[in-house]
């Protein structure tokens, strides 16, 4: 079946510096991707749409400048958290669409970022 | 905004039992759904999804029904198995996949011996 690849798993970082999450369709193209964030015991909450070769669009409230988002492949999205802060602590986890499977939704194993 | 949301945050059931999770969402225009397992530190994981041409789909020991009238579904497990512990999540889209899914707020089942 259809598997995206997020790497990192884990990440610690200071504040004030950026840090790549990088998701991978492995067996399939990707038009597009989603990336989510979600707080500990909070749902899942969408931050942006990237389509390959073209800008991202950004949820209402997502700083596009501190998340910067590039989809310059089909199998290949990066979420870049720059200068990061502790609020920005989170798990985030991203979706590739593949039309081949059931929903089309194929999810990453998430990325936990801890800034201290 | 439009939004999708479950009626219980936490759900104890007996092995054995039947669970059944609830989501309402209020988004008329949503016509495809999907519910998702999502265990401690992982990614969601798909477990059924239904259309809106449809009022119930069954799956492996699950269901979901869905009820346009009142904007609502819900996901049916039976014989709820330890295994079943994690958080469920109902999700929304306007179209049959390829955009954006709305997620509800979940329920954390929680399957005791």
């Known amino acids: 079946g259809a598997v995206v690849s997020q790497h990192p798993s884990r990440v610690i970082c200071k504040s004030g510096t950026s840090v790549k999450i990088e998701c991978r369709s492995l067996?399939?193209?990707?038009?597009?991707m989603f990336w989510y964030r979600q707080f500990p015991k909070q749902s899942l909450m969408l931050m942006a749409t990237?389509?390959?070769?073209?800008?991202?669009?950004?949820e209402q409230g997502v700083e596009k400048d501190k998340f910067l988002i590039n989809h310059a492949s089909l199998t290949l999205s990066t979420l870049t958290v720059t200068s990061a802060h502790p609020e920005d602590s989170s798990f985030y986890i991203c979706s590739a669409v593949d039309r081949g499977v059931s929903d089309g939704y194929t999810f990453g194993s998430g990325t936990r970022l801890t800034v201290v | 905004g439009e939004s999708v949301g479950l009626h219980l945050p936490t759900l104890s059931v007996q092995e054995g039992d039947n669970s059944i999770i609830n989501c309402a969402y209020s988004?008329?225009?949503?016509?495809?759904f999907i519910w998702y397992k999502q265990e401690s530190g992982k990614g969601p994981q798909f477990i059924i999804d239904i259309r809106s041409n449809m009022d119930k789909r069954q799956g492996q020991r699950v269901t979901v029904l869905l009820n346009k009238t009142v904007k609502h579904l819900s996901l049916q497990i039976a014989a709820t198995q330890p295994g079943d512990s994690a958080v469920y999540f109902c999700?929304?889209?306007?179209?049959?996949?390829?955009?954006?899914?709305?997620f509800g707020t979940g329920t954390q089942l929680k399957v005791e011996l």
């Open positions: 990237s389509n390959e070769g073209s800008k991202a669009t950004y």
């Open positions: 067996d399939f193209q990707a038009t597009t």
């Open positions: 999700a929304e889209t306007s179209t049959g996949g390829g955009n954006k899914l709305t």
């Open positions: 988004n008329s225009a949503s016509d495809y």
